[in-house]
C-alpha cells in the first residue's frame, strides 16, 4: 500500500513554464513532508520542505504548497529551467517517526 | 554525496549467490537507512539503524540482512539473490532534529546497480 501518492510520473515543460506535481497522503499523523531531486546516477537530495503548519514555503523558483483539509501538498517549479530536469520524489514522515514514506517519482524534463 | 559512498557501484551475479553491498559515512550522522528503488515504485525502505546496536525492518526486508559495524558502516546482504531483487541500491544517513521532532534531512549516498541474473 503506497503511502504517499505521486503523480503524474513523468511531465514535460518548456523552458520558461511552470513544472506542478501533486502528492497526497491519508495519514494524518504525518507531520513532515520534503522533496527530493534526482539525477541521473546521484542519489536523491534534498530540495525543499514543509509541515503542515504553514499552507505555503517558497525557496528562489521552487514552492511547496500544502493543503491540510486535503491532505495534498504539490511542487511548483517557476520559470522551469533545462537543469531542472531530473526525478523529484515527494515524501512524509511523523513525529517521533522512524521512516519516511516515498512517492513513486515524477520524471521531469524541461525542453529548451 | 562523498560524505556517504557506496561499494561497490554497480555489480552484476548470479541466482543464488550471497551478495553484500557496503555503505561508509563521515557525515558522523546516527541513523542509517537503506533504500531500493525500482522504476515506477519510487524508493523503499529495506533496514533502517538509529545507532550501533539498534536495527529495525522497513517495509521491504524480506530477503535482506544488515549489519552495523559501526557508527560509520552499514552493509546490506543479500543472502541468496533472485532476479527480482534487481534495482538500484540506496544508502542514507540522516540526524534527528532537536527535540526529536521528524525534521531529519536524508543524505543519499550515489547507490548501486545490482542485476541479479
Known amino acids: 500500500q503506497q503511502q504517499v501518492k505521486q503523480s503524474p510520473q513523468s511531465l514535460i515543460v518548456q523552458k520558461g513554464g511552470i513544472s506542478i506535481i501533486n502528492c497526497a497522503y491519508e495519514n494524518t499523523a504525518f507531520d513532515y513532508f520534503p522533496w527530493y531531486q534526482q539525477f541521473p546516477g546521484k542519489g536523491p537530495a534534498l530540495l525543499i520542505a514543509?509541515?503542515?503548519?504553514?499552507s505555503e514555503k517558497k525557496e528562489g523558483r521552487f514552492t511547496i504548497s500544502f493543503n491540510k483539509s486535503a491532505k495534498q501538498f504539490s511542487l511548483h517549479i517557476m520559470d522551469s529551467q533545462p537543469g531542472d530536469s531530473a526525478t523529484y520524489f515527494c515524501?512524509?514522515?511523523?513525529?517521533?517517526?522512524?521512516?519516511?514514506?516515498f512517492g513513486t517519482g515524477t520524471s521531469l524534463t524541461v525542453i529548451p | 554525496d562523498a560524505d556517504v559512498t557506496q561499494t561497490p557501484r554497480n555489480r552484476i551475479t548470479k541466482t543464488g549467490k550471497r551478495i553484500m553491498l557496503e555503505c561508509s559515512q563521515t557525515?558522523?550522522?546516527?541513523?542509517m537507512y537503506w533504500y531500493r528503488q525500482d522504476p515506477g515504485l519510487g524508493l523503499r525502505l529495506i533496514y533502517y539503524s538509529f545507532d550501533v546496536k539498534d536495527i529495525n525492518k522497513g517495509e521491504i526486508s524480506d530477503g535482506y540482512s544488515v549489519s552495523r559495524q559501526a557508527q560509520a558502516k552499514f552493509s546490506l546482504s543479500l543472502e541468496s539473490a533472485i532476479p527480482n531483487q534487481t534495482a538500484l541500491y540506496f544508502c542514507?544517513?540522516?540526524?534527528?532534529?532537536?527535540?526529536?521532532?521528524?525534521?531529519?534531512?536524508?543524505?543519499f549516498g550515489p547507490g548501486t546497480r545490482l542485476t541479479v541474473l
Open positions: 515524501a512524509a514522515s511523523m513525529v517521533w517517526g522512524n521512516q519516511f514514506y
Open positions: 557525515k558522523g550522522h546516527d541513523r
Open positions: 542514507a544517513t540522516s540526524v534527528v532534529g532537536s527535540g526529536g521532532v521528524s525534521t531529519d534531512t536524508q543524505y
Open positions: 514543509i509541515r503542515p503548519d504553514v
